[in-house]
T-cell receptor, first 113, second 115 residues
C-alpha cells in the first residue's frame, strides 16, 4: 500500500524553463509535506516543506503547492538550472509523534542545456 | 559540525553473516532514524528513536535491531544477513523543533550487498 506516490519516474526539462514535479498521497492523516533532493552517492537533502494549513510555500526558485481536497502536491522550479538535475523525493508526515516520514518513489529530473 | 556520519560506505556480506552499520550525529538532535532505499524505490523507515534509551519499529523492521545508548549514536544491527537486505541504508536525525519543520538531516549512506 503506497501512501505517497510519484507517478513520473523521470522528467526532462530545458534549462531556463519551469520544472513541475507531482506527488499524490492517500493518507488523510498526513499534514506535513516535504521535498528532498538527492544526488548520486549522497544522502537526500531537504529542499522545501509545507504544512497542511497552507496551500503554497515559496523559497527562491522553488514553490510547493498543496491541494488537500485532491490529496496532491507539486514542486515548481523556475527557472530550471543544470544543477537541479537530481532525483526528487516527496515525503509526508503526521504532526503527532516522532516525525516519521513516508517517501514517494522519486522522480529523476534532467535539465538539458 | 560534521552533521550525520555513517560507516562503512560500502560492505559486502555473505548470507548469514552479521554486521553493524554505524551512525553518529553531532547536532544534539533528539530524533534519529534508519531508512533503506531499494533500487528505483523511495526510502522506507526501518527503526527510529526519540531519545537515548527509546527506540521503536518503523515500516520494515524485520531482520534488524537498533540501540540508542547516547544522543549521538544510533547503530543498526543485521544479525543474519539475507539477499533481501541488499540495499542502501541511510541514517537521519532531526531536532525537537517548536516550529515543527520536520526537516531531517541525512548521512551519505551505506551501500550493502548480501551474496
Amino acid at each position: 500500500d503506497q501512501q505517497v506516490k510519484q507517478n513520473s519516474p523521470s522528467l526532462s526539462v530545458q534549462e531556463g524553463r519551469i520544472s513541475i514535479l507531482n506527488c499524490d498521497y492517500t493518507n488523510s492523516m498526513f499534514d506535513y509535506f516535504l521535498w528532498y533532493k538527492k544526488y548520486p552517492a549522497e544522502g537526500p537533502t531537504f529542499l522545501i516543506s509545507i504544512s497542511s494549513i497552507k496551500d503554497k510555500n515559496e523559497d527562491g526558485r522553488f514553490t510547493v503547492f498543496l491541494n488537500k481536497s485532491a490529496k496532491h502536491l507539486s514542486l515548481h522550479i523556475v527557472p530550471s538550472q543544470p544543477g537541479d538535475s537530481a532525483v526528487y523525493f516527496c515525503a509526508a508526515s503526521e504532526s503527532q509523534g516522532a516525525q516519521k516520514l513516508v517517501f514517494g518513489q522519486g522522480t529523476r529530473l534532467t535539465i538539458n542545456p | 559540525n560534521a552533521g550525520v556520519t555513517q560507516t562503512p560506505k560500502f560492505r559486502i556480506l555473505k548470507i548469514g553473516q552479521s554486521m553493524t552499520l554505524q551512525c553518529a550525529q553531532d547536532m544534539n538532535h533528539n530524533y534519529m532514524y534508519w531508512y533503506r532505499q531499494d533500487p528505483g524505490m523511495g526510502l522506507k523507515l526501518i527503526y527510529y528513536s526519540v531519545g537515548a534509551g527509546i527506540t521503536d519499529k518503523g515500516e520494515v523492521p524485520n531482520g534488524y535491531n537498533v540501540s540508542r545508548s547516547t544522543t549521538e549514536d544510533f547503530p543498526l544491527r543485521l544479525e543474519l544477513a539475507a539477499p533481501s537486505q541488499t540495499s542502501v541504508y541511510f541514517c537521519a536525525s532531526s531536532p525537537i523543533d517548536e516550529d515543527i519543520s520536520y526537516e531531517q538531516y541525512f548521512g551519505p549512506g551505506t551501500r550493502l550487498t548480501v551474496t
